[in-house]
């Protein structure tokens, strides 16, 4: 059964840094274009950032310039390097493909607050 296993997240002080990983239990893994997601309380989950198969990368414009997605195909794992924290991101985050095709992990919590 696919699933994706998110870790990396903490509480953080603004402007500062975490990376955040994810481990995915899907075949072909380097087949997929792969996405961050994030959902803040009381909101709906959204898209943050997604990198394609041949590692072409797009962000939200939220996180544009301060957020770094990329991947490890050998390894199953996608990462989501968060620099310049705002109060603001605070959320849980999730991965899944590019376009949610699977069923969500847990996700990890990103808590910014000084």
């Known amino acids: 059964q696919e699933q994706f296993v998110e870790s990396g997240g903490g509480l953080v002080q603004p402007g500062g840094s975490l990376k955040l990983s994810c481990v995915a239990s899907?075949?072909?893994?380097?087949?997929?274009?792969m996405g961050w997601y994030r959902q803040a309380p009381g909101k709906q989950r959204e898209w943050v950032a997604s990198?394609?198969?041949?590692?072409?990368?797009n962000y939200a414009d939220f996180v544009k310039g301060r957020f770094t997605i990329s991947r490890d195909n050998p390894k199953k794992t996608v990462y989501l390097q968060m620099n310049s924290l705002k109060a603001e991101d605070t959320a849980v985050y999730y991965c899944?493909?590019?376009?949610?095709?699977?069923?969500w992990g847990q996700g990890t919590q990103v808590t910014v607050s000084s």
């Open positions: 899944n493909t590019n376009g949610g095709h699977f069923s």
């Open positions: 990198i394609t198969v041949s590692s072409t990368t």
């Open positions: 899907i075949n072909r893994f380097s087949n997929f274009a």
